[in-house]
């Protein structure tokens, strides 16, 4: 298909976020009585907000999740984040390659936080492809798996859902961008679940940005 946009998951797509983030979760939720190792803590909660889990998490810690801990967490969260974020290989070609062949008509549409999103971005050097068409999940009336996120940006750039390509690494994702109507490709590096990645609907599968062309 000659894809006429690319929508972009960020974390674990762009950028590579998504262990820095679950390190201070886990190390928060230790503080509370909950142990479990950092690849636990990443297969429980990557693709998923904090507050989507609130039933799991106060289950586990038997405290409620309120909104001080929250604001400690993306606090400790950015401040990790700003110290140790870097790119994923090989991204800062793809997407420019992706950005020239759609003339464009590239977005990310991320289920974190607008701030997150756009100090990430900024902080790898990728903000300049982005700009004026960043969507977070926060400001949805649901986010992923549900595909509002996707929706509202095919929407900005004037696209049939149909005619665009999502970038995910995510079953969650892949889930969201399927629900939207688009073709999905899943990042996966070595040592992901890529079998999952396609039983989620992930037309194809790729493990290094390399891969991700289209085009002659």
């Known amino acids: ?35 479990m190792t950092l690849a ?16 799991v998490i106060e289950a586990h810690t038997g405290v409620p999740l309120t909104d001080a801990w929250l ?15 870097t790119a994923i290989e090989g991204v800062h070609e793809a997407v ?10 590239i977005a990310v549409a991320s289920g974190a936080d607008r701030f997150k999103v756009e100090m990430m971005l900024k902080q790898v050097g990728l903000i300049h492809f982005f700009e004026g068409r960043i ?10 798996p549900h595909p509002d996120v996707y929706l509202a940006a095919a929407a900005h750039l004037q696209i049939d859902p149909a005619r665009c390509l999502v970038i995910e690494d995510t079953t969650v994702g ?30 194809q599968v790729f493990e290094h940005m390399r891969g991700l062309r289209l085009g002659s």
């Open 174 to 203: 892949i889930t969201a961008g399927v629900a939207a109507g688009a073709t999905v490709w899943a990042y996966a590096p070595p040592g992901a679940d890529a079998h999952a990645l396609r039983q989620a609907g992930a037309a």
């Open 96 to 105: 420019a390659h992706l950005h020239d062949h759609c003339q464009g008509r």
């Open 40 to 55: 636990e803590c990443m297969q429980r909660f990557v693709g998923h907000t904090v507050k989507s889990q609130r039933s």
């Open 1 to 35: 298909m000659n894809f006429e946009a690319i929508l972009f998951d960020c974390d674990g797509v762009l950028v590579d976020s998504e262990a820095i983030t679950c390190g201070v979760l886990r190390d928060m939720f230790e503080e509370q009585g909950w142990r």
């Open 71 to 85: 604001e400690q967490f993306f606090a400790r969260r950015n401040e990790r984040l700003t110290q140790s974020i």
């Open 135 to 144: 969507f977070s999940g926060h400001e949805m009336p649901r986010s992923k």
